[in-house]
């Protein structure tokens, strides 16, 4: 396919590090979906993680194969099949050792709840505008922990982040809304956000 064709010609060129965050923040999904496709196929596992866990909750809706009549499926999803499968249709991909897919298996387990909660909360992302808003923050070994929003969330609608700062360590990090919920007496059981 062209897409294929596509990475086959990015792996040839062998892209620095610049290229390649630029190529995997691009604003095009199939550019985005191309670099996702060089990090699995044309780099060490141990950068997995640290490149593709930012996409995870990514809600952007595609068609794979437009002239199969396959499924819409999610980048987030996308990621999440190259991140646990060991093929891409018919290609076989790198393998990835026992101990790596254990870490990335484990990982995996809260992304459906992330990917929730990221699109409820993107719904109600003005709760989040102003600075010491009580948050928690859920890691992706699914630890909770307290902090204060310290700004406004990123803007758009991809890979939105707040700025927390965190209650005991006064570590402040960009977190995905997707990680953060806004805990209060008033919210339900149900509400993801």
Same mark, same amino acid.
């Given at each position: 396919s062209m897409f294929i064709t596509c990475v086959f010609r990015l792996l040839q060129l062998r892209l620095t590090e610049a290229q390649l965050k630029s190529l995997i923040n691009n604003r095009s999904l199939w550019a985005r979906l191309a670099g996702f496709m060089y990090v699995r196929m044309g780099l060490h596992q141990d950068r997995y993680w640290d490149l593709l866990s930012g996409a995870l909750t990514d809600t952007e809706d595609f068609v794979p194969?437009?002239?199969?009549?396959?499924?819409?499926m999610s980048e987030g999803k996308f990621v999440e099949e190259l991140l646990t499968k060991d093929k891409y249709c018919?290609?076989?991909l790198p393998r990835i050792t026992t101990a790596t897919r254990r870490l990335i298996s484990e990982r995996m387990?809260?992304?459906?709840?992330?990917?929730r909660r990221y699109a409820a909360n993107l719904e109600a992302l003005d709760r989040y505008g102003q600075p010491g808003v009580d948050v928690e923050v859920c890691n992706v070994t699914g630890e909770w922990s307290a902090g204060k929003?310290? /700004?406004?969330?990123?803007?758009?609608?991809?890979?939105?982040?707040?700025p927390v700062k965190f209650? /005991?360590?006064?570590?402040e990090q960009d977190v995905c809304? /997707?990680?953060l919920i806004s805990p209060s007496s008033s919210a339900s059981s149900r509400d993801l956000t």
């Open positions: 194969f437009p002239d199969r009549n396959s499924e819409v018919d290609i076989s387990v809260l992304y459906d709840q992330f990917r929003t310290t /700004g406004p969330p990123t803007e758009g609608r991809r890979r939105v982040t707040v209650s /005991g360590s006064g570590e809304i /997707g990680m």
